[in-house]
């Protein structure tokens, strides 16, 4: 009986130990790099840390790293962060900049390497492409786009090229080109570049010497006065979609990898019917799953969420949420795909969200954290020591 009674208290030991185990496995957390509009001497690139069941963040650390470090992106061996410098003025040259940090792969901390021009006026997006040797970088001022390649220690070379776009829209913030997106297509031919000023998405060769080839016809031509502004990929590689920030519409496309074109399947709305206030788009993004499509409402501030039809790429409205602030940039959602957290431009805050990954629907956690002028969401794994 002595050693039944002792067996099973073992066994109950044994179970709690696996259950704390378990538990620890499963709570989820994450670091966050937060690019921001800083003066030069403060600190400008943030790192928090995201604990996914609560949605709570918690600051990790921050780094100076020149003025309106605004948009961030992280190479895909998280090594090195690259980050613009939303300026009109570097150097002497009507010109922003672009820096290049390396990431310290025990505790994410950040330590600055070099900064290049970027051959034009407020630098507002960068991404890399997908062998990770060329930067690409889309200055709004200047109406143009950048090309440096990365080196093998992380920094970045001089330009390696620059194409100016030129024209204009029809409406007030159209009066000349203004380059705000550029990033490669999925199979790395090609680099896409979303011009608001001329309503055009423009599709360049990319070389990987850090050449961009501007081809004959723009990928895609909006309709006059949309402003498109940011652009991405559907998982599955052959749709993508726009947000246009003028018309506060989402253009869905299927994108021919051959030609670098893209042709429209459909245009919807990303207010409520019947809104009539002022409102701008800004960021779009898809779910890991491919399921869902969400764009951001500065003005409206929300979120809208669409259900993607998975054969004929036609989007469905599933909700508009409130964003819990004022003016919300970038977005992201978490590796999980399971929290989403939104930058508060001008109400100085970042909000979490849980995600249905069964209907795409967003419920506000409740957290918010205090962030001076947040723009830009980069989310990945946390690093060890941090915790």
């Known amino acids: 009986m002595k050693l039944q009674t002792a067996f099973l208290a073992l066994l109950g030991i044994t179970l709690a130990a696996c259950t704390s185990v378990k538990q620890v496995i499963s709570k989820k957390e994450y670091m966050v790099y937060v690019g921001t509009y800083a003066k030069p001497d403060a600190e400008g690139i943030l790192a928090y840390r995201l604990n996914e069941e609560t949605g709570t963040l918690t600051k990790v650390f921050g780094v100076k790293a020149g003025e309106n470090p605004s948009f961030l992106t992280l190479s895909q061996d998280r090594k090195n962060l690259y980050a613009v410098s939303e300026t009109a003025a570097y150097e002497g040259q009507k010109s922003g900049a672009v820096s290049a940090f390396a990431v310290d792969q025990k505790t994410g901390h950040l330590t600055f390497l070099n900064r290049q021009p970027s051959l034009g006026g407020a630098p507002c997006y960068i991404s890399l492409d997908h062998q990770n040797k060329v930067a690409l970088v889309a200055n709004y001022v200047g109406g143009n786009v950048a090309a440096f390649q990365i080196q093998p220690n992380g920094h970045l070379s001089a330009p390696t090229d620059m194409e100016q776009h030129v024209g204009k829209g029809p409406k007030p913030q159209q009066n000349a080109a203004h380059a705000h997106c550029i990033l490669p297509d999925p199979k790395n031919r090609f680099a896409l570049a979303v011009d608001l000023g001329i309503d055009q998405i423009i599709s360049y060769r990319l070389d990987p010497a850090g050449k961009l080839e501007r081809q004959a016809q723009p990928a895609f031509t909006t309709a006059p006065g949309a402003g498109p502004r940011h652009l991405t990929f559907h998982p599955n590689l052959r749709f993508a979609y726009v947000i246009n920030e003028l018309n506060s519409t989402l253009t869905a496309f299927t994108y021919n990898p051959e030609t670098g074109a893209l042709t429209e399947v459909a245009t919807v709305s990303t207010l409520p019917a019947g809104y009539t206030g002022e409102s701008f788009c800004a960021d779009v993004h898809v779910s ?14 929300s979120i809208a ?11 469905t409205l599933v909700e508009h949420v409130s964003t819990q602030g004022n003016w919300p940039r970038n977005f992201a959602l978490s590796p999980s795909g399971k929290t989403m957290l939104v930058a508060n431009q001008r109400s100085n805050n ?5 995600v249905d990954t069964r209907t795409g629907q967003l419920t506000y956690t409740g957290q918010s954290t ?10 990945v794994p946390d690093f060890p020591e941090t915790k």
């Open 370 to 379: 205090e962030v001076a002028a947040p723009v830009c969401l980069q989310v």
């Open 288 to 301: 890991q799953d491919g399921r869902f499509l969400y764009g951001s409402n500065r003005g409206h501030n």
């Open 350 to 354: 970042i909000t979490t969200y849980k």
């Open 305 to 315: 969420v669409f259900q993607i039809d998975s054969n004929t790429n036609q989007l």
